[in-house]
């Protein structure tokens, strides 16, 4: 068909829109809201489950975490302390015997208050086996981490993460200077770099890591819980990883075969794809809803069309007379459709952008926005107006020259 | 080809339940390049009817239809739009311009459906509307016209294209006498000068006697068909005459069945 046909059909468009400004503004609604809608949720479940993602990954790679089941069974196992059954052995024991594990480190944390020369502060304090800041990948930014030597020594030395040196000294670099915990005097060795929050919104870099032995001399005694970090040699190695750590311990605990285990071995990447499906459902639940909206949407569109067609059946007649082919017709009235469609789509992403801002910024999720993802419910938005602009477009375009010229 | 329009054997039936209705009933008529005929007959005789199937807005029953050498009887939809935006022009009773749009949109429509460039669609309206003498009313909007001025606004829509065919189904039939002189003689000037064939429905034997030929119909047949009196033909008959037994006729139409009871 000619150029200057499509040309005029678009002119005509917007020109019933304009000359119906409620009528068009409310059948646009539908498509609007389906399409800013869309956009809200797909890019703060994006934002939101990005975010969980990158918190978990930053927990440390391929990591496992083996807790003390702290709740025994009506005392049914011996020894004591049941909330204390990890050991640095059991740690030591993990690493050289677990074929899948590549490091393991045992950590036990007390929460105190810390004094400097210029400030007090109150932050989390972890006595740490010499792997853990590897298992964690967490690389110091200055300075040194806790070795071995340190912890077999039992030196009196600590490693600040970025917030608790900021407490306790400003903008001051802290290695070399010396704080005290739990009145024992620590020199700062080392300056942890930024490790960010956890997908439960603590802040991980608020933080003191000093040596295992050292803590538990001068900190929090040998009674105290604690927990053992490990990496797995690769994703793959994970469940096999978790299998021998179990049947390690289980061995070392002398749980006796259909005897329930007294420490717990959870995953991260288990976390992670838990939070992954959750956010999925959700996602799924509320795209479906806006799926609907665009829907109904569409449905408008084609209600209002229905109505134009007949009103205008006389402008119908007409445009025949005057030589317009029933193919004309149609591409009249489902350029009028995918129109209004169109235009309500373009708002919708507008409204949808703002929104999901503003919805950002309310939730504290990031908004994620892809190219894609401000292009595709436009293309959905013009598909419905196709969709439902066909069956008003095929009865204009069916309509008899002679009786709609005879049309009221 | 001399003759623009040429019709053999041209039925139109309506089907209204289980009766027919011979709108049409095998119409015999040719029209040469530049002719320009008036059909009367009395109401219900079939001059819409014919019009509108010489206007391929609708399609006969049966029987050729030849316009300008094609078989217009046997086209479909697509072709008869084609044919109409080509070689057709209309004039209506009720003028039917497109309300919402302005005179120089109006004169536009028909160009725009051949495809051609929006300026030169403005130029072409323009010139069309300036020699209907409406120069000064290019957006006015139909309603802000009075009768005569939308029918000349009509006229140049129908004749912008230069058509090879124009139909005026009673183009004075909703004008007051004097707008109606105007009018026709717009009309006829417009199409001596651009020497167009046009065929106009009119009940007025004044009116008919513009005309170069007379045609009148009776129940769907042409009962009459001579040079108007202004070409040297005789005195138009009184319709109501027409077509009764003791009128000396062409085709004698006591054979038909009687429609109108129908
Ligand atoms: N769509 C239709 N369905 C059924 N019958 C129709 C239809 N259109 C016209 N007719 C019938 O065909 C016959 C001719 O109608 P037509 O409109 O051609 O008459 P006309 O000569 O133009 O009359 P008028 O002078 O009143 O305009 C009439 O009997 C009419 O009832
Ligand atoms: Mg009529």
């Given at each position: 068909?000619?150029?200057?046909?499509?040309?005029?059909?678009?002119?005509?468009?917007?020109?019933?829109?304009?000359?119906?400004?409620?009528?068009?503004?409310?059948?646009?609604?539908?498509?609007?809201?389906?399409?800013?809608?869309?956009?809200?949720?797909?890019?703060?479940?994006?934002?939101?489950?990005?975010?969980?993602?990158?918190?978990?990954?930053?927990?440390?790679?391929?990591?496992?975490?083996?807790?003390?089941?702290?709740?025994?069974?009506?005392?049914?196992?011996?020894?004591?302390?049941?909330?204390?059954?990890?050991?640095?052995?059991?740690?030591?024991?993990?690493?050289?015997?677990?074929?899948?594990?590549?490091?393991?480190?045992?950590?036990?944390?007390?929460?105190?208050?810390?004094?400097?020369?210029?400030?007090?502060?109150?932050?989390?304090?972890?006595?740490?086996?010499?792997?853990?800041?590897?298992?964690?990948s967490w690389p110091v930014e200055n300075g040194r981490a806790i070795e071995r030597k340190d912890v077999d020594s039992g030196a009196k030395v600590c490693v600040l993460g970025q917030t608790a040196a900021e407490k306790l000294f400003g903008r001051m670099d802290p290695v070399g200077e010396q704080i005290r915990i739990k009145g024992t005097p620590f020199t700062i060795i080392g300056l942890l770099s930024i490790k960010g929050q956890s997908p439960t919104s603590v802040d991980l870099d608020d933080t003191i890591i000093v040596p295992l032995t050292t803590g538990i001399r001068y900190l929090c005694?040998?009674?105290?819980?604690?927990?053992?970090?490990?990496?797995?040699?690769?994703?793959?190695?994970?469940?096999?990883?978790?299998?021998?750590?179990?049947?390690?311990?289980?061995?070392?605990?002398?749980?006796?075969?259909?005897?329930?285990?007294?420490?717990?071995?959870?995953?991260?990447?288990?976390?992670?794809?838990?939070?992954?499906?959750?956010?999925?459902?959700?996602?799924?639940?509320?795209?479906?809803?806006?799926?609907?909206?665009?829907?109904?949407?569409?449905?408008?569109?084609?209600?209002?069309?229905?109505?134009?067609?007949?009103?205008?059946?006389?402008?119908?007649?007409?445009?025949?007379?005057?030589?317009?082919?029933?193919?004309?017709?149609?591409?009249?009235?489902?350029?009028?459709?995918?129109?209004?469609?169109?235009?309500?789509?373009?708002?919708?992403?507008?409204?949808?952008?703002?929104?999901?801002?503003?919805?950002?910024?309310?939730?504290?999720?990031?908004?994620?926005?892809?190219?894609?993802?401000?292009?595709?419910?436009?293309?959905?938005?013009?598909?419905?107006?196709?969709?439902?602009?066909?069956?008003?477009?095929?009865?204009?375009?069916?309509?008899?020259?002679?009786?709609?010229?005879?049309?009221? | 080809?001399?003759?623009?329009?040429?019709?053999?054997?041209?039925?139109?039936?309506?089907?209204?339940?289980?009766?027919?209705?011979?709108?049409?009933?095998?119409?015999?008529?040719?029209?040469?390049?530049?002719?320009?005929?008036?059909?009367?007959?009395?109401?219900?005789?079939?001059?819409?009817?014919?019009?509108?199937?010489?206007?391929?807005?609708?399609?006969?029953?049966?029987?050729?239809?030849?316009?300008?050498?094609?078989?217009?009887?046997?086209?479909?939809?697509?072709?008869?739009a084609a044919i109409r935006r080509t070689r057709l022009g209309f004039v209506f009773q009720s003028f039917n311009l497109l309300h919402r749009s302005t005179s120089l949109e109006n004169v536009e429509l028909p160009m725009v459906y051949l495809g051609i460039p929006r300026r030169e669609r403005i130029r072409r309206a323009r010139a069309a509307l300036e020699t209907v003498g409406l120069a000064q009313r290019l957006d006015h909007m139909p309603t802000q016209l009075s009768g005569g001025q939308q029918q000349r606004v009509a006229l140049a829509r129908a004749f912008v294209t230069e058509p090879k065919?124009?139909?005026?189904?009673?183009?004075?039939?909703?004008?007051?006498?004097?707008?109606?002189?105007?009018?026709?003689?717009?009309?006829?000037?417009?199409?001596?000068?651009?020497?167009?064939?046009?065929?106009?429905?009119?009940?007025?034997?004044?009116?008919?006697?513009?005309?170069?030929?007379?045609?009148?119909?009776?129940?769907?047949?042409?009962?009459?068909?001579?040079?108007?009196?202004?070409?040297?033909?005789?005195?138009?008959?009184?319709?109501?005459?027409?077509?009764?037994?003791?009128?000396?006729?062409?085709?004698?139409?006591?054979?038909?069945?009687?429609?109108?009871?129908?």
């Amino acid at each position: 068909m000619e150029w200057a046909i499509w040309l005029e059909s678009i002119r005509i468009a917007m020109r019933e829109m304009r000359r119906h400004p409620t009528r068009s503004s409310l059948t646009m609604l539908g498509v609007i809201f389906g399409v800013a809608a869309l956009i809200a949720v797909v890019s703060i479940s994006q934002g939101a489950s990005q975010q969980i993602q990158g918190q978990i990954a930053n927990l440390g790679s391929n990591m496992i975490l083996i807790l003390p089941e702290s709740s025994s069974q009506g005392g049914l196992r011996s020894g004591a302390g049941t909330s204390n059954n990890l050991t640095a052995q059991d740690g030591e024991a993990i690493e050289r015997e677990c074929s899948a594990v590549t490091a393991a480190a045992t950590a036990t944390r007390i929460i105190t208050t810390v004094v400097s020369e210029m400030a007090n502060w109150s932050t989390e304090v972890v006595a740490v086996t010499p792997t853990y800041l590897d298992v964690r990948s967490w690389p110091v930014e200055n300075g040194r981490a806790i070795e071995r030597k340190d912890v077999d020594s039992g030196a009196k030395v600590c490693v600040l993460g970025q917030t608790a040196a900021e407490k306790l000294f400003g903008r001051m670099d802290p290695v070399g200077e010396q704080i005290r915990i739990k009145g024992t005097p620590f020199t700062i060795i080392g300056l942890l770099s930024i490790k960010g929050q956890s997908p439960t919104s603590v802040d991980l870099d608020d933080t003191i890591i000093v040596p295992l032995t050292t803590g538990i001399r001068y900190l929090c005694g040998p009674d105290r819980p604690k927990a053992i970090v490990v990496t797995a040699a690769g994703e793959k190695a994970i469940a096999p990883a978790m299998g021998q750590i179990t049947s390690l311990l289980r061995q070392r605990h002398q749980i006796h075969e259909g005897d329930i285990d007294d420490f717990t071995v959870k995953s991260l990447e288990e976390a992670a794809r838990t939070a992954e499906d959750t956010t999925n459902v959700m996602t799924t639940l509320l795209v479906s809803v806006a799926a609907i909206s665009l829907l109904v949407g569409g449905i408008g569109i084609m209600n209002i069309m229905l109505v134009t067609v007949m009103e205008r059946t006389r402008e119908i007649g007409i445009r025949m007379a005057l030589g317009a082919s029933r193919q004309m017709i149609l591409s009249q009235f489902m350029i009028e459709a995918v129109t209004l469609a169109g235009v309500g789509g373009i708002l919708g992403v507008a409204v949808g952008f703002a929104g999901s801002h503003i919805l950002s910024y309310i939730s504290g999720w990031p908004a994620i926005f892809s190219p894609a993802l401000l292009i595709l419910p436009l293309v959905f938005a013009i598909t419905i107006g196709v969709v439902f602009g066909l069956l008003p477009a095929r009865r204009a375009s069916r309509l008899s020259p002679v009786e709609s010229l005879r049309h009221e | 080809m001399t003759n623009v329009a040429e019709l053999h054997e041209l039925r139109k039936i309506y089907q209204m339940g289980t009766n027919e209705v011979h709108a049409l009933n095998g119409i015999e008529l040719s029209v040469a390049t530049g002719e320009f005929v008036a059909i009367m007959g009395a109401s219900g005789s079939g001059k819409s009817t014919l019009l509108n199937v010489l206007g391929c807005l609708d399609k006969p029953t049966s029987g050729v239809y030849l316009l300008d050498g094609h078989r217009v009887d046997q086209m479909d939809d697509e072709q008869l739009a084609a044919i109409r935006r080509t070689r057709l022009g209309f004039v209506f009773q009720s003028f039917n311009l497109l309300h919402r749009s302005t005179s120089l949109e109006n004169v536009e429509l028909p160009m725009v459906y051949l495809g051609i460039p929006r300026r030169e669609r403005i130029r072409r309206a323009r010139a069309a509307l300036e020699t209907v003498g409406l120069a000064q009313r290019l957006d006015h909007m139909p309603t802000q016209l009075s009768g005569g001025q939308q029918q000349r606004v009509a006229l140049a829509r129908a004749f912008v294209t230069e058509p090879k065919l124009l139909l005026a189904d009673e183009p004075t039939g909703n004008l007051d006498s004097r707008t109606s002189a105007e009018v026709l003689e717009l009309l006829t000037r417009l199409q001596r000068e651009g020497n167009i064939t046009m065929i106009m429905v009119t009940h007025d034997p004044d009116i008919a006697a513009f005309a170069h030929r007379v045609v009148i119909l009776h129940d769907g047949q042409v009962v009459y068909n001579r040079p108007s009196p202004s070409c040297g033909g005789p005195e138009i008959p009184h319709i109501k005459t027409i077509g009764l037994p003791a009128e000396p006729a062409p085709v004698p139409a006591a054979t038909q069945a009687p429609q109108e009871a129908a």
